[in-house]
């Protein structure tokens, strides 16, 4: 090997080595123009990403912050009439109703989706296999036929398929069972990415202990995924927040449901609440759509703040 | 081939070669390098002779690859990362001298822990891919500089019949002489390795040992190494370095690797050149 490094004639070296100056410092000029070209690009993509939002935020303050009152969270829609075109009342109905049926949604999607979400990304096996192209195919059927679903299962009910199914009407249970198998998926997805990006050496390391795989999925896995876990519980709340195709089919869509706590009857929700509004023939209900949106966006707005936020809190809580 | 390595300490200091009159390929001036306002290495001051073997030595926390990162300015990458004193490439201030880091970077080169080849990119598109960032098209010069360089990682013979063949189809060992041939094929007038062998086997150790030795000839090398009898057998000067109650590491003892290793100035360089710590 010597021979051959003796037998290269240094001059070439020296050559390469003074050519890579020159041709360097000459294109630099050329290649740090293409990369400040990029980066504002890169910028300018950024910016317009950001105009609908920006644009969908102003429009909304400015149409419907003047009806944000105290009167407007705390009272159910009032009747209006020609003399008074403008007595709209509030929507809470519309807020105890969606917390109501998001609060159903939400404990009846996650120990389905998180456990399911720990099969995908624990077992190779076909079932395994099959659950995840499911969940796929789940999270991008159209939203409203989950409402068809629950409507012709619940809301009539009755014998279908050789299975009876009970008859609830028009409810929040029916919301909550459609939201939540909503919500399923997106929760199944998201926790298998955070499960799986726990190290296999970890895991390894556990198993090599001796224990088995539900003790390691149990106090290594679980805990070590915990903050992409509460992630993928938020991000599946604050979606489906603001669905309402599924719930126009099953919670009754009148402007005028009850307020109430009970799950059995009629519920509203707020943003099948936007959607009722602007449909009305009252000028009243349509221009306090805008304030009801208004107060979905922060809604939605702070869930995933408070996600982040949490989820940061627990990685910092770690070091 | 190189001589069998030994590691044991030479007889006499005398025969420890004097890099004084040695021209300089880097110099270090009172060198800091901080991270957010926190020093993690300070009071750096030696010279890097040119076409000899400089190691970096000391336990984990001493700064060492810091220190190697701050000398081709991979540093500014990290975010917080400030350097302090004066470090000369050739007679040019590599931080306030107005050199583009790109340009830099093409007259310092690194090799790093684990094999990194470019996983999209075939063998030869690897060996190149310096040349060609810089702006170097022509075949002619691609293909000789490939050439060259593969010969100076001694990978040519292994790899001529396959240069369009995929990087991972080489071994471990082969993907980071694969590495030293990409960093030597923009003919860098200083090599960085940061502890180029720590992931290899110990054949393939020996062999990338035997290349460092091989190389001094067309490039400088500074080289950060955990293992001692590798700064031992591998390099010509030595700078030892030690983590102080600040947290920061900091220089303690440079000299010719004889010297270091048999009549070192400093107790502590003794103590850990003989596993008494670190």
Redesign the interface.
Known sequence: MTDVLEQLPKDPILERRELVKAVSARTLRRRSLTSKGMVGLCALAFVLALVPLVAILYSLVSKGLHWWSREFFTTSPAVPSIGNPNNVGGFANAIVGTLVIIGLATLLAIPVGLLAGLLVAESDSRFARMLRSTAEIMTGLPSILLGIFAYTVLVIGGEKWGITFPTIGYSGIAGAFAIGVLMVPIIMKASEASLRSVPQVVKEAGLALGARRSVVARRIIVPTALPGLITSVLLAVSRGVGETAPLIWVVGASIYNPLTWNPHHPMSAIPMMIWLNYNSPYPGFQDSAWGIALFLVVVVLFLNLGCRLLAAFIQRERR | ?SETISTAAPESVAAAEDFRPLPKAMRLQDVAVSFSGKQAVRDVTFDVPEKRVTSLIGPSGSGKTTLLRALNRLHDLTKGATVEGTLLLGETDIYKGGI?P??LR??VGMVFQRPNPFPTMSIYDNVVSG?RF???RKRA?LQ??AE?AL??A?LWDRVKDRLKAHASTLSGGEQQRLCIARALA????VLLMDEPTSALDPISTKRIEELIG?LK??VTIVIVTHNMQQAARVSDQCAFLLMGEDGAGHQVEVAATQKLFSEPDDPRTLDYIHGRFG
């Open positions: 081939m583009p790109t340009l093409t007259r040349l810089n702006g170097i010069v000789e500089a060259s010969l100076g001694a923009v003919e860098p007038e091989e000839d067309r």
